[in-house]
């Protein structure tokens, strides 16, 4: 089994910065990559950002390149941390970031079918 567990959003300013964590246990053997999604009210799940565990190779939506940015730290064999940097924060980033994990796959990494684990989203709000 393995689990997702999102942490650090918040409400901020426009201009601020924000980091989400993104911790998955268990089984972690069968991962072979974690992403982030959002989700804004009324529209549909888009692919923020993923990463390989195996080669650290990452992925960032080309509208967000440049503000955001993933990494992870590898802990043991049961456990990892993703992480979600995003700087200069708007307001249409406001939104709920899920990370979600996924085993090999030839399945592109930037859609949500890659992914078999998600994790209970986290909400993201920036004010202007």
């Known amino acids: 089994q393995v689990r997702v567990v999102e942490s650090g959003g918040g409400s901020v300013i426009a201009g601020d910065s924000l980091r989400l964590s993104c911790t998955v246990s268990?089984?972690?053997?069968?991962?072979?990559?974690v992403g982030w999604f959002r989700q804004a009210p009324g529209k549909e799940r888009e692919f923020v950002a993923a990463?390989?565990?195996?080669?650290?190779?990452?992925?960032?939506?080309d509208s967000m390149k440049g503000r955001f940015t993933i990494s992870s730290i590898s802990k043991d064999d049961t456990g990892s941390t993703v992480y979600l940097q995003m700087d200069n924060l708007k307001p249409e980033d406001t939104a709920v970031y899920y990370c979600?994990?996924?085993?090999?796959?030839?399945?592109?990494?930037?859609?949500?079918?890659?992914?078999?684990?998600w994790g209970q989203g986290t909400q993201v709000t920036v004010s202007s």
């Open positions: 268990g089984r972690i053997f069968r991962i072979h990559h």
């Open positions: 979600a994990a996924g085993p090999i796959s030839t399945i592109s990494l930037l859609t949500s079918r890659a992914y078999s684990y």
């Open positions: 990463i390989r565990s195996n080669s650290d190779t990452t992925y960032v939506s």
